[in-house]
């Protein structure tokens, strides 16, 4: 069915239905997950003299959270487009629409809340049950770290870009993916030499050097009159990986899914 209607009734179907076809990946990976929590508190308990800190915790939770958020179009609908495996997925009664977003609150929202639910939950048991060994509360200090708006969009565009070739590559997609990934890694660290070359050979680098710019501190659509040349430079590279790139990936995703014959 390509037609892009959503029904409510239809769409919660698809969402149990996928759940159900992924149990067994989901209880094999969950059992991982809160498998770390207790390896923590295993190491603390060792007489090796070495203690998993509640920061070291919270830092190991964000960084599984991030990777797994990453790579989860991989984890979950790798063979989506697979001429034999991913034929049930088509003859499947969803619009495309709705298969679109299934996958992505798969990856954006349900990936994340699954993990943070699992080990958080199982963090706090344990430092309930042995508070002397195992202190402190994940689930409480995730709440005490500010939003980090770069760290998310950074996030959102590798994701994207993750699920994009997932379903455009049909097969050595994680190799292919990665051969991308490297090529565009080449391609921005050339032009960023390039234009550092062209700067210096022009005689505007010692003027630059005086200036005092603060990515962190400049909002994202912030330009103003006053603004240095290379300042607005990277303006508008930021504005066109944490916005437009993210963006397209995330419609181009759509489109393929929508134009995909198999």
């Not at 994701?159 to 292919?176: E, P």
Request: charged share 10%; hydrophobic share 55%; aromatic share 14%.
């Amino acid at each position: 069915m390509n037609n892009n209607t959503f029904q409510v009734n239809r769409f919660w179907k698809l969402i149990v239905r996928n759940l159900k076809s992924l149990r067994k990946y989901w209880v094999q990976s969950l059992l991982i997950v809160a498998g770390f929590p207790l390896l923590f508190f295993m190491i603390n308990l060792s007489p090796i003299g070495m203690e998993i800190s509640l920061d070291s915790r919270t830092s190991f939770l964000f960084t599984m959270v991030t990777a797994l958020v990453i790579i989860s179009p991989f984890m979950l609908f790798f063979n989506y487009n697979h001429p034999k495996k991913g034929f049930t997925e088509v003859m499947l009664g969803a619009s495309v629409l709705e298969k679109y977003l299934v996958m992505q609150l798969a990856c954006l929202l349900f990936t994340p809340l699954v993990i943070v639910t699992v080990y958080g939950g199982m963090d706090s048991l344990l430092a309930l049950l042995f508070p002397a060994l195992y202190k402190g509360h994940v689930i409480q200090q995730i709440w005490q770290h500010s939003v980090d708006l770069k760290q998310i969009t950074t996030t959102l565009l590798l994701q994207q870009a993750i699920l994009f070739f997932n379903l455009l590559f049909v097969r050595r997609k994680v190799l292919k993916t990665v051969g991308v990934f490297i090529l565009a890694t080449i391609a921005m660290t050339t032009a960023v030499v390039v234009t550092i070359s062209l700067w210096e050979a022009s005689g505007s680098s010692a003027e630059f050097n005086n200036l005092h710019f603060d990515l962190n501190e400049r909002a994202l659509f912030a330009f103003y009159a006053n603004d240095h040349p290379i300042v607005v430079i990277l303006q508008v590279a930021r504005i066109i990986l944490q916005v437009i790139l993210p963006l397209a990936f995330l419609t181009g995703s759509y489109f393929i899914l929508k134009n995909k014959r198999y």
